[in-house]
């Protein structure tokens, strides 16, 4: 089992910026991708960026050039630092991790909100 809590949520006037972060618990296999995904008012969760045990980084159209996706593995945290935020940012972010070669076993945050204001 792996718990996640994510922190950092709250409001921001457009243009300014947030950093969210994750920590990670439980049994976190060496292989593992953690990310971030966000679900607006009335529409599905979405890919926010993604990051491998490798560094690898993944990011959603919307977000590219503005969202920073990092991680610190011997804490076990992911970080999300967003830049230049917009009124379409606002949603609750939800932290991820995908356990495991093939990634098999995904875990969820209960989400943290993050409201863009004008």
């Known amino acids: 089992q792996v718990q996640l809590v994510e922190s950092g949520g709250g409001l921001v006037q457009a243009g300014g910026s947030l950093r969210l972060s994750c920590v990670a618990s439980?049994?976190?296999?060496?292989?593992?991708?953690m990310g971030w995904y966000r679900q607006a008012p009335g529409k599905q969760r979405e890919l926010v960026a993604t990051?491998?045990?490798?560094?690898?980084?993944t990011y959603g159209d919307s977000v590219k050039g503005r969202f920073t996706i990092s991680r610190d593995n011997a804490e076990n945290t992911v970080y999300l630092h967003m830049n230049s935020l917009n009124l379409e940012d606002t949603g609750v972010y939800f932290c991820?991790?995908?356990?495991?070669?093939?990634?098999?076993?995904?875990?969820w945050g209960e989400g943290t909100l993050v409201t863009v204001s004008s």
């Open positions: 991820s991790l995908a356990n495991g070669g093939g990634y098999g076993r995904q875990y």
């Open positions: 439980g049994t976190i296999f060496a292989i593992n991708r």
């Open positions: 990051i491998d045990n490798n560094n690898f980084r």
